[in-house]
């Protein structure tokens, strides 16, 4: 029988797709925005038409107190804090779902006269999203510089530690499905799984911080469409398993980008806060100021502005926009290179541009631009370490040799805006610096874009 409940729910599911369709594109991404979110709704609305639904009270409250925390927050939030923003949202959906399956066990006495699917569905979602939650934390504490950036692991125990929480709790999910119902067995569930997270994630690098955000919130969607099964909640299981799909995709992209193997981030990744210690490159450096900036921007034909975390971190993109505006007016042809890991999220540098009103033409993802590098007069490179190291294509000694990077080393002048010398946040010296056609602007990429734009304006 076709009721107002289903036909909200399947107008929700048609919401979110479409609304993920939108999300592939930079124009098309708000509105993407805004549709899924009014799938969300309309999936909130249908839901709670479900017969026999009672503690409005506390659905209201929660409502409220979600709405109070959550919207302020995310207005406030600085782009540069965008990342850990992500994380600590991620890792609180995968805590909702971990204290979901607690209420089912409470509410069913321990699964007594269950179905077999919802025990497993209910203690799948309870591990992986206490798995979700604590990594999440991990993973905010380590952008947010809570806690250190670099691995931090117990050496070659780390492995079976790992293994032997997960195991734990896996082993306690196995006895409450068999008919236990001593409600400590759940607990140690959701102590070891989380512990499990925790565990795992500490020894990631902060160099691979992207692609743990990501797996994390493929997590989260899994262990939603898992607790939907088991509450027989058709929204959360297609919002769970859209969620979950385009994060393992996502998560699959980043670590191509890297040239890594999921497994082998997980095992334990590189980097972390930036060493105070200087490159220690063979070769000279050269340092130049504003003006000659300004002269060789002016006099070129082509520019590509490489961004990076250095550039979200001075807050300089509406500065390196006014500098871009400058340089067309002339006209100088200006491009920006978007690295798929550049920043600390998946697409952190398109949000900060896009928030800059940067041309959505302008932007061009690597595997587009990477052979215009050759024919670029400057390449510009603001920020941006790692992601332009050459030692990934020629040493095979290097932590990320191996790595798809941005082609900078081949314009045929090269200008680096940096604070010091002090190597990027995969803790790897980058030789691009002492290369001969390479200049360094040193200072805070803001006001040294800045400089640049006033004498930009005096030519």
């Not at 839901?47 to 109070?68: A, D, M, Q, R």
């Not at 492995?159 to 008919?179: D, E, H, K, Q, Y």
């Not at 992207?210 to 899994?222: E, I, K, M, R």
Request: glycine share 12%; charged share 10%; with cysteine.
């Amino acid at each position: 029988m076709i009721t107002l409940r289903s036909v909200l729910y399947i107008l929700a599911f048609a919401l979110f797709i479409y609304g993920l369709m939108g999300l592939t594109g930079p124009r098309t991404a708000v509105r993407g925005n805004a549709i899924a979110a009014a799938g969300m709704v309309v999936a909130v609305v249908a839901t709670l038409l479900t017969p026999g639904l009672s503690n409005w009270g506390l659905i209201v409250f929660g409502l409220v107190v979600g709405t109070v925390i959550g919207v302020p927050a995310a207005r406030r939030v600085k782009m540069t804090a965008m990342p850990q923003m992500v994380a600590l949202f991620n890792g609180v959906g995968g805590g909702a779902v971990a204290l979901t399956a607690w209420v089912e066990f409470r509410d069913s006495a321990g699964f007594q006269g269950e179905p077999a699917f919802v025990p497993i569905a209910t203690l799948f979602a309870a591990i992986i999203g206490s798995i979700s939650f604590w990594g999440s934390l991990v993973a905010f504490g380590k952008l947010q510089e809570l806690v250190p950036g670099r691995p931090i692991s117990v050496g070659r125990l780390q492995l079976p530690l790992n293994v032997l929480l997960l195991v734990g709790a896996v082993v306690c999910a196995v006895a409450i499905g068999l008919g236990s119902g001593a409600e400590l067995l759940l607990v140690a569930v959701l102590v070891l799984a989380g512990l499990a997270g925790i565990a795992v994630v500490l020894p990631i690098g902060g160099a691979d911080m992207p692609v743990v955000v990501s797996l994390l919130n493929a997590f989260t969607g899994l262990s939603a469409a898992a607790a939907g099964l088991a509450l027989s909640n058709t929204a959360m299981i297609v919002a769970g398993m859209l969620v979950g799909a385009s994060g393992s995709i996502l998560t699959d992209q980043m670590a191509k980008a890297m040239n890594r193997s999921i497994p082998s981030i997980v095992a334990g990744g590189f980097g972390g806060t930036a060493s105070s210690a200087p490159v220690t490159s063979s070769g000279t450096v050269r340092s130049i100021g504003a003006a000659d900036v300004a002269i060789q921007l002016a006099y070129a034909g082509q520019v590509i502005v490489v961004p990076g975390y250095g550039m979200a971190v001075a807050q300089a993109q509406h500065a390196v926009q006014d500098m871009a505006k400058l340089l067309v007016d002339r006209g100088v042809g200006v491009s920006y290179a978007i690295h798929p890991v550049a920043g600390r999220m998946p697409g952190h540098m398109n949000v900060l541009l896009a928030e800059a009103d940067v041309p959505y033409e302008q932007l061009k993802e690597m595997d587009e631009i990477n052979d215009e590098f050759a024919r670029t007069d400057v390449a510009l490179v603001i920020g941006a370490n790692d992601v332009t190291n050459p030692a990934a294509r020629t040493d095979p000694n290097s932590p990320i040799y191996g790595m798809p990077i941005l082609n900078v080393d081949q314009a045929k002048a090269v200008i680096v805006l940096k604070r010091s010398m002090r190597a990027g946040f995969a803790g790897v010296d980058n030789p691009l610096y002492t290369d001969p056609r390479t200049a360094m602007l040193f200072g805070d990429a803001k006001s040294s874009v800045r400089e640049v734009v006033e004498e930009l304006k005096a030519l």
